[in-house]
Every structure is written in C-alpha cells, then in structure tokens.
C-alpha cells in the first residue's frame, strides 16, 4: 500500500486513502499511546497489490480480518489470513510480503503494542506470569485463530466507530482490553507444555516450514528433538492450536499459493518443490484446502487480472 496518500492527519489519528486509480477505500490508524496503536482497513484495489517492508521494532501483532483473503510472508514464513480469522505474531525483527489480490474487499484491524503495554493490563501474579509465559512462547511465531462470535463483535465495533478525538481514542483501547480479556481469559485454566517442551515444540514447527520438501511424519520430527510421539502431538496441539500433521498439510498448501501467485512456479514445479512425487496427490490435496484445483486456481487468478 505504499502508494497510498496522506489525507488527513492530527497528532492522535491519520487517514490514509486509496488513489482513484487504484482503487477505494481507507486505511486509518489511531495511536492511542506511544505503546499501542490500532490500524483500521477497509479498501478495495483494481488491481493486485504486493507490499515488501521491514520492521525492527519490537511489537505484538494482534490481526482481525473480517473480509478478504490475504497472502503474507513473515521472514520466509508464508501463511494466508482468510477472513474471518485471528492471527497473532511477536518478532524483533521481520521483513514483511503483503499479498493483496484485486477485486475484493478487505475489512481488518491490526492491533500493535509492546510487551510492556500487553503487561500493563495485568496486575495479579499469576495473570502477569501467563502473560510472560505467552510472550516467550509467541517469540518468532504466527498463530492463526479461528474469530469466536464475541471476538467478532468487538472487532466490527472498532472498525465502525463514530467517535472522534480523544473519544475515539478511548472506545477503541476499550474494545482492544476487551478483545485481550476474550483471549487470554481461557488460558488461565488451560494446561501448557513446560519450557523445555515449548523449545522443542517450537523446533519442529521450524523443521517443518524449512523443510517444507522432506516426507516428514510425527515419529521422524518428534525423534529429532527428543520428544515421544505422544507428547509431540498433545504438546504440539496445545502450544499451536492445530495437530502436526494438519499444519504441515496447511504450510505446503499456503507455500504452494505463494509459488503459484507470487513466484510465478507452474503447477508441475510446485509440487515438485513440496514433496509430491504424484501430480494426482497434490492436486487432490490443494482442492481439499483450496476448493479448486490449482491449475483452476491460476485461471481465476488470470481472469481477475485480464479483468483489470
């Protein structure tokens, strides 16, 4: 969205709106403190739009996407945010790819802020201790969440707030501590791994998205950093939400869009570059995730942009 311009802007919000030629729509953001800023999307471009950017500050990344489909890159990390849906990420450092595709509407709500600002909302012991235990397990990480009917509501109430100025500024951090109440709270009573357990669990995930190419199975990745199967797949559940195997299958689904959309690989290529000695194989497996097969898929793709 870099070719965005400024509109308007005052010490506490900026608006940002989309070129006529590109198409409409706005992105606003609010910056409630020096610690915590709220980015309100909602635009729709002409044509496909890719964004490449570096950050280096050290923020938490809470996304709400209500409506469209977005293809993203976090430090080689390929993932695809599907409305509706939660992802939530915690880097140092992170160079970002943006993938908007043309034609589609996209509503989202991207919360930033610092750990110390994320801590500042919890005052007891054990709810601050879960919270730092939460801040090292998310260190390098993306976490995807399926959006609950309450998470929506807050979400949709953020993005069509009325309210201007200081008012503004403190419906939407009052939203944004409900949003964190609605997160966090079903953690408190929730069993997680221990932080040795944590460290290898997070190892496998990083087998897996850089290996995205090896015929991996849970005996062979839980026999590499030392864990049993078992507490491989419970653990790996827990800490990420999803089984191994199932976030295996998703990563070279989503690995597979980003070399058919952005990287330009054929179809052949693709499943060469994932593993799938049988054409049949990955092409069932793509529909299974996608709904369509993947030569269908680039079709559509080049329809939207002859459309254009």
């Known amino acids: 969205m870099a070719a965005i311009v400024a509109h308007e802007s005052s010490p506490k919000t900026a608006t940002l709106r989309v070129p006529t030629q590109l198409g409409e729509g706005t992105v606003a953001s609010v910056t409630i403190r020096d610690t915590l800023t709220v980015v309100i999307t909602d635009v729709q471009f002409t044509r496909d739009q890719r964004d490449d950017f570096h950050e280096d500050s050290e923020m938490i990344e809470l996304n709400y996407v209500l409506a469209g489909d977005l293809i993203c890159s976090v430090n080689n990390e390929p993932f695809r945010m599907q409305s509706p849906t939660q992802a939530i990420s915690y880097f140092h450092q992170s160079n970002v790819t943006l993938k908007t595709a043309a034609n589609q509407r996209v509503q989202k709500v991207e919360i930033r802020m610092t750990p110390e ?9 054990k709810e601050r201790a879960m919270i730092m235990s939460f801040l090292q397990r998310q260190l390098g990480q993306i976490t995807q969440h399926t959006l609950t009917p309450i998470i929506k509501q807050r979400v949709y109430e953020i993005l069509h707030c009325s309210y201007e100025g200081s008012f503004k500024a403190l419906y939407i ?18 069993r997680l ?14 087998i897996i998205l850089a290996e995205l190419d ?18 491989a797949r419970q653990g790996f559940k827990q800490l990420f939400g999803v089984p191994i195997i199932t976030f295996l299958r998703q990563q070279r689904m989503e690995k597979a869009a980003w ?9 052949t290529d693709t499943a060469v570059a994932l593993c799938y000695s049988n054409m049949s194989n990955f092409t069932v497996a793509f529909r299974n995730y996608f709904g369509c097969n993947p030569s269908h898929y680039l079709k559509l793709k080049i329809m939207m942009i002859t459309h254009d």
């Not at 090896?214 to 507490?231: E, G, I, M």
């Not at 070399?259 to 179809?267: K, S």
């Open 214 to 231: 090896q015929p991996h199975t849970v005996n062979s990745l839980a026999s590499r950093v030392h864990l049993s199967d078992n507490k």
């Open 173 to 190: 951090e009052a939203k944004v501590i409900e949003l964190l109440v609605a997160t966090f709270a079903k953690q408190t009573s929730k």
């Open 193 to 206: 791994p221990n932080a040795s357990e944590t460290h290898k669990l997070q190892r496998i995930k990083a």
């Open 259 to 267: 070399l058919l959309e952005v990287e330009g690989l054929t179809v």
């Open 117 to 125: 600002r994320l801590l500042s909302y919890f005052v007891e012991t």
